[in-house]
């Protein structure tokens, strides 16, 4: 498993990664795109929804939500996921955190309308 440096070394090559991998249907991205698209119908279910992404990576999905008016708050633990991610969603508010030391205290007591 990738620690945190791992993704940070990948975030600029990241997307391509999922692209490739998905187009030849290969692990670890094969479906990539369908599961995206099965998790985001589910969140536009709620205009304007409070929304938590915990891995949220470069913000492939997020990005969508975010463009669509929803409140994005998002915890990854790559610093560089976190910058490719902030170009696509200025306003979000995007936490670097690691879940194995626990959930970050300023999300404990947040509501959510879709995680």
Same mark, same amino acid.
Do not use: C
């Given at each position: 498993?990738?620690?945190?440096?791992? $993704?940070?070394?990948?975030?600029?090559?990241?997307?391509?990664?999922?692209?490739?991998?998905?187009?030849?249907?290969?692990?670890?991205? %094969?479906?990539?795109?369908?599961?995206?698209?099965?998790?985001?119908?589910? %969140?536009?279910?709620?205009?304007?929804?409070?929304?938590?992404?915990?891995? $949220?990576?470069?913000?492939?999905?997020?990005?969508?939500?975010?463009?669509?008016?929803?409140?994005?708050?998002?915890?990854?633990?790559?610093?560089?996921?976190?910058?490719?991610?902030?170009?696509?969603?200025?306003?979000?508010?995007?936490?670097?955190?690691?879940?194995?030391?626990?959930?970050?205290?300023?999300?404990?007591?947040?509501?959510?309308?879709?995680?």
């Amino acid at each position: 498993m990738l620690n945190s440096t791992g $993704f940070d070394l990948w975030a600029d090559q990241y997307d391509e990664t999922v692209k490739k991998s998905e187009e030849s249907n290969q692990y670890p991205f %094969a479906g990539y795109r369908e599961i995206l698209n099965v998790i985001y119908k589910e %969140a536009m279910g709620k205009d304007n929804a409070e929304i938590l992404d915990i891995g $949220f990576g470069t913000a492939v999905l997020t990005s969508r939500l975010y463009d669509h008016g929803h409140t994005i708050t998002g915890i990854d633990f790559s610093r560089e996921m976190m910058a490719k991610a902030r170009e696509k969603m200025p306003a979000a508010e995007l936490i670097q955190a690691d879940l194995q030391e626990g959930i970050p205290s300023v999300i404990k007591k947040t509501s959510y309308d879709v995680i």
